[in-house]
């Protein structure tokens, strides 16, 4: 497993931009199939975006599609969230999580993660 602590969280409006960071300790941070999960109070998780460190592949939600932006800096083992145009609606809970795979297939199935971080609040308001 590897440890995750997200960071960056904040209450913005509308419009805004919030950069979340999620720092992996692991000895090798290759071959990992990490993503950004939100819960917003009284719904189920969702998949937000995804990227498997090698090669830095990206997936993303249909709802932040040309709004997030997932990348990563090797060197720091860090994963980054870049959200643009906030909405009231990406208000949620944001967590980090990871797996290590040969792939990121299907990124945005919870169960195929074994690493979670606690999470970091988002909050957008009108």
């Known amino acids: 497993q590897v440890h995750l602590v997200e960071s960056g969280g904040a209450s913005v409006q509308a419009g805004g931009s919030l950069r979340l960071s999620c720092a992996a300790s692991?000895?090798?941070?290759?071959?990992?199939?990490m993503a950004w999960f939100r819960q917003a109070p009284g719904k189920e998780r969702e998949g937000v975006a995804a990227l498997y460190t090698v090669g830095g592949s990206t997936f993303y939600a249909d709802s932040v599609q040309g709004r997030f932006t997932i990348s990563q800096d090797i060197a720091k083992k860090t994963m980054y969230l870049q959200m643009n145009s906030l909405k009231p609606e990406d208000t949620a809970m944001y967590y980090c999580?990871?797996?290590?795979?040969?792939?990121?297939?299907?990124?945005?199935?919870?169960?195929?993660?074994?690493?979670w971080g606690r999470g970091t609040q988002v909050t957008v308001s009108s």
């Open positions: 999580a990871a797996v290590r795979s040969s792939s990121c297939y299907r990124p945005f199935l919870e169960f195929k993660y074994n690493s």
């Open positions: 692991t000895y090798t941070y290759s071959s990992l199939c």
